[in-house]
């Protein structure tokens, strides 16, 4: 039978239904389970693969962990992480420079800085495309890596109370996990200044999906209700100028204030962190968010195992 993710693009989680979330959250506990980073006891199901890193926007975790993943599964990787080195500098249009590397590899990872990038990009390429964060608008892989987390810490995906802290206007992990969050019938805090509140058209779509949620202004009172509390930091490279004093001081995270979380309570962050959860905080056992990093190898490890395997049996 035919793998149903096989050779199709991921760039949005509104694609995937709770079925197929599910079915990559199980490769990737395999391979965790494994564990077994030696290329020379496990099989390289990707050997002869070339998958192209086209980083059009800065990336330490996403990059980096795509071409681990792709390593480990034997493939070879080419790309750039600073598009100011190839013929973009002159010019060319993303359209152009997608056909050409679709040329020269089997699956592209894109990260743009415009929304909508990764959508253009899949439609004049004739290989596998997945979004690697475009603009303020989605970024799947992440938000399945925090599922991923979630799962593991919590045991459950299954009716759990998340906290979304900062700048949810502007956060594209936030945008993706919590349309992941949706499927899983999760309760949703959403903590953030009004300036950067989500946006009005997704707090719509929740309404109309019957998804329970609010808004806050103050982390303390919502941390003793939450099972988990997703960290953001302020987007600076996306912010109108009008924004720019804008402030998440009010909602860092300190250990005074985990003085109030329940016991099983996790902290994670897609990272990079700026000031909004200060480093005392690494040392207790709310903080999740390196395992959170950690992780992303395993999925990305799926993700790339399900999108080149034209078989079922994948793992
Ligand atoms: N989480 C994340 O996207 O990190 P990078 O920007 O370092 O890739």
Same mark, same amino acid.
């Given at each position: 039978?035919?793998?149903?993710?096989?050779?199709?693009?991921?760039?949005?989680?509104?694609?995937?239904?709770?079925?197929?979330?599910?079915?990559?959250?199980?490769?990737?506990?395999?391979?965790?389970?494994?564990?077994?980073?030696?290329?020379?006891?496990?099989?390289? $199901?990707?050997?002869?693969?070339?998958?192209?890193?086209?980083?059009?926007?800065?990336?330490?975790?996403?990059?980096?962990?795509?071409?681990?993943?792709?390593?480990?599964?034997?493939?070879?990787?080419?790309?750039?992480?600073? *598009?100011?080195?190839? #013929?973009?500098?002159?010019?060319?249009?993303?359209?152009?420079?997608?056909?050409?590397?679709?040329?020269?590899?089997?699956?592209?990872?894109?990260?743009?800085?415009?929304?909508?990038?990764?959508?253009?990009?899949?439609?004049?390429?004739?290989?596998?495309?997945?979004?690697?964060?475009?603009? /303020?608008?989605?970024? $799947?892989?992440?938000?399945?890596?925090?599922?991923?987390?979630? &799962?593991?810490? &919590?045991?459950?995906?299954?009716?759990?109370?998340?906290?979304?802290?900062?700048?949810?206007?502007? /956060?594209?992990?936030?945008?993706?996990?919590? &349309?992941?969050?949706?499927?899983?019938?999760?309760?949703?805090?959403?903590?953030? $200044? $009004?300036?950067?509140?989500?946006?009005?058209?997704?707090?719509?779509?929740?309404?109309?999906?019957?998804?329970?949620?609010?808004?806050?202004?103050?982390?303390?009172?919502?941390?003793?209700?939450?099972?988990?509390?997703?960290?953001?930091?302020?987007?600076?490279?996306?912010?109108?100028? /009008?924004?720019?004093?804008?402030?998440?001081?009010?909602?860092?995270?300190?250990?005074?204030?985990?003085?109030?979380?329940?016991?099983?309570?996790?902290?994670?962050?897609?990272?990079?962190?700026? #000031?909004?959860?200060?480093?005392?905080?690494?040392?207790?056992?709310?903080?999740?968010?390196?395992?959170?990093? *950690?992780?992303?190898?395993?999925?990305?490890?799926?993700?790339?195992?399900?999108?080149?395997?034209?078989?079922?049996?994948? /793992?």
């Amino acid at each position: 039978m035919i793998n149903p993710f096989y050779n199709t693009d991921l760039i949005s989680v509104k694609t995937l239904n709770r079925e197929q979330v599910l079915a990559i959250l199980q490769l990737a506990a395999r391979f965790k389970e494994r564990a077994c980073h030696n290329t020379t006891c496990i099989p390289a $199901p990707l050997a002869g693969k070339i998958i192209a890193n086209c980083f059009f926007e800065p990336s330490t975790r996403t990059r980096l962990s795509f071409e681990s993943a792709a390593l480990r599964l034997g493939a070879q990787c080419i790309g750039f992480a600073n *598009a100011s080195t190839t #013929s973009v500098a002159k010019g060319e249009s993303l359209q152009d420079s997608i056909r050409m590397l679709a040329n020269y590899a089997d699956l592209l990872v894109i990260r743009h800085p415009k929304a909508g990038a990764a959508q253009l990009a899949a439609e004049v390429s004739d290989k596998p495309v997945i979004n690697a964060g475009d603009g /303020s608008n989605q970024h $799947p892989t992440q938000a399945l890596i925090d599922l991923f987390t979630i &799962q593991a810490a &919590q045991m459950t995906l299954e009716s759990l109370s998340i906290a979304l802290v900062g700048d949810l206007k502007y /956060s594209r992990t936030v945008h993706s996990l919590i &349309q992941l969050c949706t499927l899983f019938n999760m309760r949703l805090f959403l903590v953030a $200044p $009004p300036a950067l509140a989500l946006p009005d058209s997704t707090c719509d779509q929740l309404k109309w999906q019957g998804i329970r949620f609010s808004h806050h202004q103050d982390l303390a009172t919502v941390l003793p209700r939450v099972d988990v509390v997703y960290m953001t930091r302020l987007q600076r490279e996306r912010l109108l100028d /009008s924004e720019t004093l804008i402030c998440l001081q009010p909602f860092q995270i300190t250990t005074h204030l985990l003085k109030q979380a329940a016991p099983h309570l996790k902290i994670l962050h897609p990272l990079p962190r700026l #000031s909004e959860i200060m480093p005392e905080v690494d040392k207790t056992s709310h903080a999740y968010y390196f395992e959170q990093a *950690a992780n992303a190898v395993y999925v990305r490890k799926a993700l790339l195992t399900l999108l080149l395997s034209e078989a079922t049996n994948v /793992s």
